[in-house]
C-alpha cells in the first residue's frame, strides 16, 4: 500500500518523537524511570508513536490504574 503525502509526513514525525524519547534517556533504567514519572496521556502519545507492537506493549506496561 502507498502512502499519502500526510501519511508519510505523519509516520516520520511520529518515529522521530520515539527517537527524542530514546536519545533522552539512553539506559533502559531511565527510560523506566522517564516511564514512571509520565502521565498516562504522555505514555499513550508514546505508544500511538510507536510503529512496532512489541514497543507498544513495552510502553503500555507503565500505564497507570485509573481510579
Avoid: P, W
Amino acid at each position: 500500500m502507498k502512502l499519502s503525502k500526510l501519511q508519510e509526513l505523519t509516520e516520520k514525525e511520529r518515529m522521530n518523537i520515539i527517537i527524542k524519547f530514546q536519545n533522552s534517556f539512553k539506559t533502559v533504567k531511565a527510560k523506566e524511570k522517564a516511564l514512571k514519572e509520565m502521565s498516562n496521556a504522555d505514555i499513550n502519545f508514546l505508544i500511538y508513536c510507536m510503529d512496532n507492537i512489541h514497543g507498544k506493549i513495552a510502553y503500555s506496561k507503565y500505564l497507570k490504574e485509573e481510579k
